[in-house]
T-cell receptor, first 112, second 116 residues
Framework: SQQGEEDPQALSIQEGENATMNCSYKTSINNLQWYRQNSGRGLVHLILIRSNEREKHSGRLRVTLDTSKKSSSLLITASRAADTASYFCATDVRNRDDKIIFGKGTRLHILP | EAGVVQSPRYKIIEKKQPVAFWCNPISGHNTLYWYRQNLGQGPELLIRYENEEAVDDSQLPKDRFSAERLKGVDSTLKIQPAELGDSAVYLC??????????????FGPGTRLLVL
């Protein structure tokens, strides 16, 4: 079963607006990562946030982590057409196996 | 620096035929992953190697899937015989594992398999 679950499953916004995606997970983690996947391509790492961090920025990206609620959010500000992609959260589960598990993703479509 | 290389990019085979995928990770990355991604889903881990040792193959269907990473560098994933349900994108990724657990993974472009 998948550990992370993104919400919403799909999101369409106008270019220039902000896009927010959420990820909820079930068990304790070492870190949480967000990846982007353009159609027909491999995944590209966006940002990693550790369990002792609450917020992280990278360019137009802002990631928050709330370990008490077992949730994370990814905010993309001033969206561009090139941001159209699927976005996945991946959790590094804190157990003997240190398994990393991907969610099903949020499909983001930026409208011109 | 070259990224993760996978070949072939596309493969179409008939069911019951064998198929193999090849991956060359980023130089120096000790951890290599094979994932399967079905349409509209996230990647699901099939097997993870640390150097030449398979440390997590719990999700690998061992009756028909096999993998190897003999010298701890490149890796091959094989399916024999293929079934219709194996149609998916097979992704390879590599990482340099840090002390805090799984670090950033770098993905190849994937091999898109269609079983007819």
């Amino acid at each position: 079963s998948q550990q992370g679950e993104e919400d919403p499953q799909a999101l369409s916004i106008q270019e220039g607006e902000n896009a927010t995606m959420n990820c909820s997970y079930k068990t304790s983690i070492n870190n949480l990562q967000w990846y982007r996947q353009n159609s027909g391509r491999g995944l590209v790492h966006l940002i990693l946030i550790r369990s002792n961090e609450r917020e992280k920025h990278s360019g137009r990206l802002r990631v928050t982590l709330d370990t008490s609620k077992k949730s994370s959010s990814l905010l993309i500000t001033a969206s561009r057409a090139a941001d159209t992609a699927s976005y996945f959260c991946a959790t590094d589960v804190r157990n003997r196996d240190d398994k990393i598990i991907f969610g099903k993703g949020t499909r983001l479509h930026i409208l011109p | 620096e070259a990224g993760v290389v996978q070949s072939p990019r596309y493969k179409i085979i008939e069911k019951k035929q064998p198929v193999a995928f090849w991956c060359n990770p980023i130089s120096g990355h000790n951890t290599l992953y094979w994932y399967r991604q079905n349409l509209g889903q996230g990647p699901e881990l099939l097997i993870r190697y640390e150097n030449e040792e398979a440390v997590d193959d719990s999700q690998l269907p061992k009756d028909r899937f096999s993998a190897e990473r003999l010298k701890g560098v490149d890796s091959t994933l094989k399916i024999q015989p293929a079934e219709l349900g194996d149609s998916a994108v097979y992704l390879c990724a590599s990482s340099l594992e840090g002390l805090a657990g799984q670090e950033t993974q770098y993905f190849g472009p994937g091999t898109r398999l269609l079983v007819l």
